[in-house]
């Protein structure tokens, strides 16, 4: 249980269009998403934070209007990189917490490589 | 700048050997610490968690140690195995945060040597 994906699992787009990426849980509801930024060979980096129904709470540092996060439904939470540029291109990963685990409990997704061209 | 890092970018290990993968915290309001694994391409898969009411907990070949005088979190795995080469990440989070937002560490990457 507690499994969680993500679509697309790669994307390559071109410099200026946006990329829509979906983290579900499929098992359980998510009552707080969190997506994150990892680039090569570095740690994972929090980006944003989102809650079922409220608006993203963003980390210092992360552009709001660059990167927008919906998260319309409790096993659904969007992440669109908007006007993407090559600096964007990384590895995101989202994750889940509800009410399969514990309170401090997260399960991961497996990713999206973005590359922009 | 993150609250939580660790001492070796890199660990080699024979397989069969005991690996042991260090990690140092700076946050000492921090109550729950995790251990990830994370393979190329992949996201981070959950091996084992310690609450800080506790010093040490074990799994399936893995055991977390906690020393909280020192702030150090290290990650035992025995008798390891080919398929324990991977990133390692410890993270933490501060309960009665409200946030429950991770701060994850810069990782080890174990290498196993066959």
Known sequence: GAVVSQHPSRVICKSGTSVKIECRSLDFQAT??????????????LMA???????????????????????ASLTLSTLTVTSAHPEDSSFYICSARGLAGGDNEQFFGPGTRLTVL | GESVGLHLPTLSVQEGDNSIINCAYSNS?????????????????????????MDKRQG?????????????????????????????????????????KLSFGAGTTVTVRA
């Open chain 1, 32 to 45: 707080t998403m969190f997506w994150y930024r990892q680039f090569p060979k570095k740690s994972l980096m």
């Open chain 1, 49 to 71: 934070t989102s809650n079922e129904g409220s608006k993203a709470t963003y980390e210092q540092g992360v552009e709001k209007d660059k990167f927008l996060i919906n998260h």
């Open chain 2, 29 to 53: 309001a921090s109550d729950y610490f995790i251990w990830y694994k994370q393979e190329s391409g992949k996201g981070p898969q959950f091996i084992i968690d310690i609450r800080s009411n």
């Open chain 2, 60 to 100: 399936q070949r893995v055991t977390v140690l906690l020393n909280k005088t020192v702030k150090h979190l290290s990650l035992q795995i025995a008798a390891t195995q080919p398929g324990d080469s991977a990133v390692y990440f410890c993270a933490e989070n501060t309960h009665g945060s409200n946030d429950y």
